[in-house]
């Protein structure tokens, strides 16, 4: 299908969910498809999450899993959801996570998690229609490709969108040459925005990184003073001058090595 006409098919919604109170989300792209030549939808929400790295201290896929929840929840009552108790209009949710950095052994790996049927007593299968509600894809592309080798894939393409070295003009040209995409002013456009998306993905990873070692170092300074003048945490920060923001985590820090025994 032509890019450009296949875009009419597909309709942006709006990334911010304030449907639970306080605990508002940032989707990085949400979009509906429609069928061709069609004003309604089909029945499907398209999220695609890029993250980082994998490093985090909470599992990725739970994330993915609760970003789905939202994506259903949020359906009900709105004007392009269903209302009230017509739960047959629930579209389904597609959630893909594309981690950029990750560790060795994930590397190359892409994995699909979905709602599946199981019969435990007698074997009686209702309509898959009515469960299938939730798709979550994992994928890590890998950190290295071969630029000569001639096999291309979804995995190279990603690294290519998200991972290479390569100046947007470069990878317009690798993704025309051996991926059949035609770069119209529009396509060019979308492929430096998912440029800039991923260089400010990688930004963000390694300043949270930063910040992380920063807390950190501060941390041990705090037990040094606390064990050579006896200090409480509060007057061994006090000492240090450490800003009131980042006390609290400080303090997470040492109760937690405290428990386990390390101070």
Not at 8 to 29: R, S
Not at 89 to 106: D, E, G, H, Q, R
Not at 173 to 193: F, H
Request: net charge neutral.
């Amino acid at each position: 299908m032509n890019i450009d006409k296949a875009a009419d098919q597909i309709y942006g919604m709006n990334p911010e969910d304030h449907t639970v109170y306080g605990a508002k989300i940032i989707f990085d792209i949400i979009v509906g498809i429609r069928l061709p030549q069609e004003t309604e939808s089909i029945g499907l929400i398209l999220n695609i999450e890029a993250q980082a790295n994998s490093n985090t201290q909470y599992p990725l896929l739970g994330r993915a899993i609760y970003y789905c929840s939202r994506l259903l929840a949020r359906q009900k009552n709105r004007p392009d959801g269903f209302q009230h108790s017509d739960f047959q209009n629930l579209k389904k949710v597609y959630s893909i996570w594309i981690i950029m950095n990750s560790k060795k052994a994930t590397e190359g790996v892409m994995n699909e998690y979905t709602i599946s049927e199981k019969c435990l007593k007698r074997a009686y299968h209702f309509p898959k229609e009515t469960y299938d509600k939730l798709n979550i894809i994992m994928i890590y592309p890998n950190s290295k490709y071969d630029m000569n080798d001639d096999h291309y894939g979804l995995m190279e393409m990603l690294h290519i969108l998200f991972k290479a070295k390569m100046t947007a003009q470069e990878k317009k040209c690798q993704l025309e040459k051996n991926y059949g995409i035609m770069m119209t002013k529009k396509t060019e456009r979308e492929v430096e925005g998912m440029c800039n998306l991923s260089q400010i993905h990688v930004d963000a990873g390694r300043k949270e990184g930063l910040a992380e070692g920063l807390i950190k170092g501060m941390t041990q300074n705090v037990i040094t003073i606390m064990k050579k003048t006896n200090k409480t945490v509060g007057e061994a920060m006090d000492l240090l001058d450490i800003d009131e923001s980042l006390r609290p985590e400080i303090n997470k820090l040492i109760h937690k090595q405290a428990n386990e025994n390390v101070i």
